[in-house]
């Protein structure tokens, strides 16, 4: 299976064709009287995203009623009232600004003690099946070629569970934080398993940082040394640039 790249001029009309996915999906499924399950990402890359989501609930009537949410992952050490949790990230980007019900929406437990984070990630990972399996995984790429935090190496097999982070991914993470000292070191993450298991897959890359490391997932050899190139794997993958994510194909 090869990745399908939609390469657009601006950031926005990447945007504009992911958010257009995401409707797509939530009202058909709306109209059928069913849910949709989509797992959710963070970090500076969906954040535009998030905001023509909350313009199209405002604007347009689009409802999140009927969707069930599964982020890919959390530090650990960081509960969701901390301003850098995921959990708090996708409060305030998003959920907070939709009609989801924040019932149905997960994110992995950063502060767990040790001896229960491997049940919570195996009921995690049920949680996920229970709703019937994420319909659209939303993914960011790292430029050590993580997706969710799955860092080098991580095999295609790999499920949710407790991962230590790369230095590279605490340098560039840094920035939100304020001082490299307090980014976490670990973190728990969906697999690149469980990432494999969605029905579809839109992973998004801006700039030019990230463009060397989008054509070793896309071009280079499928290894766990850039998780992301797992996504060969997948049969419907699509990867949405601007020209500067782009620019190494
Ligand atoms: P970024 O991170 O969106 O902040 O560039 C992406 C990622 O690490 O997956």
Not at 17 to 25: S, T
Not at 131 to 143: E, M, N, S
Request: hydrophobic share 40%; net charge neutral.
């Amino acid at each position: 299976m090869a990745i399908t790249v939609q390469t657009y001029t601006t950031k926005e009309e990447a945007v504009r064709v992911a958010a257009d996915a995401f409707e797509a999906l939530i009202r058909e499924r709306a109209k059928a009287g069913k849910t949709a399950v989509l797992g959710l990402a963070t970090g500076s890359t969906p954040i535009a995203l998030y905001k023509e989501l909350i313009r199209r609930h405002k604007e347009n009537g689009l409802s999140f009623k009927n969707v069930i949410s599964f982020n890919l992952d959390e530090y650990c050490g960081l509960p969701g009232t901390h301003d850098q949790s995921y959990r708090y990230f996708m409060n305030d980007q998003l959920f907070n600004h939709i009609d989801i019900d924040k019932a149905n929406t997960h994110v992995p437990l950063g502060t767990l003690p040790d001896a229960e984070i491997d049940a919570h990630c195996k009921s995690y990972e049920e949680a996920i099946k229970a709703a019937g399996g994420i319909d659209i995984q939303l993914l960011g790429i790292g430029r050590t070629g993580h997706i969710g935090f799955n860092e080098p190496p991580s095999s295609a097999e790999s499920r949710t569970r407790k991962v230590h982070l790369d230095e590279l991914t605490r340098k560039d993470n840094a920035v939100f934080f304020g001082d490299l000292a307090k980014v976490p070191h670990y973190a728990v993450t969906m697999g690149c398993g469980t990432v494999l298991d969605a029905k579809k897959v839109l992973l998004l890359a801006w700039g030019e940082p990230k463009a060397e490391i989008v054509a070793k997932s896309i071009k280079g050899p499928q290894t766990e040394q850039v998780p992301a190139s797992w996504l060969q794997k997948h049969k419907d993958c699509v990867f949405i640039l601007d020209k500067a994510a782009a620019s190494k194909l």
